[in-house]
Structure formats: structure tokens, C-alpha cells
């Protein structure tokens, strides 16, 4: 990127795009912008183009796609390989929008059998008599077991079992 009279700092650009200082310190890293050029004292210096690639980052992180899919894409060369790249991405994301869509329909039918099996005589009572808690214990699977009667438990998105007191 060329240094122009017109280039801006990272802060200006922040508050051009609604992005933190730090998140467009990140798509720069992750190449979904173009590094930015340098001033003389080696602060960040950013042009209109670098305002319009995070406004093509925004509305493509609104339609959830990934880091990794939007660094595809912009990276593409123009021609028919990037438009089936843009058209593969917007299948992928379409496709498990959908398939969450499905997710909720079960769930929101699972939760209105549960509502329904709520009878008068519950509002208001003890959470034991009621029957919709009643009704998730029954239909809640039994943990996983392991070797000693461990439980597994999840901890920051893995499932890890709890030690067990053997012997």
C-alpha cells in the first residue's frame, strides 16, 4: 500500500468501521486486510480500500462465515474459480443455517409437548411437582461412564473425564 496524503490511522480507521483497534490489528494478521503501510515513526497508515475490505469482512462475518472462508474469498482472483468459491461458501453457510433452523424447530416442539404436559395443578407449587422438570429428568440420558464410575464432564468445549478414585 502506498503512503497518500489522505491515509488514515488505525484509530480513524476504528472509528470509520465500528471496529476495535485490536480487531483490525487481527485481520490484518489474518490477512483479511491488506497490511497496512507505514509512517515515518512506523505507525499503521490506511486507505479508503483498507475502510472498504473491513466492510466487506463485517457483512461477511454477519453472514457467519468463518476467518478462513472470507480469507478464501478475498483472496480469490477475479474469474470463475473465485465466483465458485463465493457460490461453495454461500452453499455451506446456507446449508447449516437450515440444518439450525431444523435444530430449533425440534426443540421448540420438544418445549411446547413440555408446556402442554404442564397441568394447572404444578403453577405455583414446589419445582419438584412440577411436571415440565419431571419431564426433562426422564428424558435426559444418563452421563457417560468410564472405567471406576467416572463421570465425564465438560469443561471449555471438551469432554474430559473426572478422576476417578480407584482401588
Not at 104 to 118: E, P, T
Amino acid at each position: 500500500m502506498q503512503l497518500v496524503e489522505s491515509a488514515m490511522s488505525i484509530g480513524a480507521v476504528a472509528a470509520r468501521t465500528g471496529f476495535t483497534v485490536a480487531a483490525i490489528r487481527y485481520y490484518e494478521d489474518m490477512g483479511l486486510i491488506a497490511p497496512a503501510a507505514r509512517r515515518a515513526g512506523g505507525h499503521r497508515a490506511y486507505g479508503r480500500d483498507a475502510v472498504d475490505a473491513l466492510a466487506q469482512v463485517r457483512a461477511l462475518r454477519e453472514l457467519g462465515l468463518s476467518i478462513g472462508q472470507i480469507r478464501v474469498l478475498r483472496h480469490a482472483q477475479p474469474g470463475p474459480h473465485a465466483l465458485g468459491a463465493a457460490s461453495a461458501a454461500a452453499r455451506a453457510k446456507l446449508a447449516g443455517v437450515r440444518s439450525e433452523i431444523e435444530t430449533l424447530r425440534l426443540f421448540a416442539a420438544k418445549l411446547s409437548d413440555l408446556v402442554g404436559k404442564c397441568s394447572a395443578s404444578c403453577i405455583g407449587g414446589p419445582a419438584s411437582d412440577c411436571s415440565i422438570v419431571k419431564d426433562i429428568a426422564v428424558a435426559r440420558p444418563a452421563p457417560a461412564r468410564g472405567c471406576c464410575g467416572s463421570v465425564a464432564v465438560k469443561q471449555r468445549s471438551a469432554v474430559r473425564p473426572r478422576p476417578a478414585r480407584c482401588g
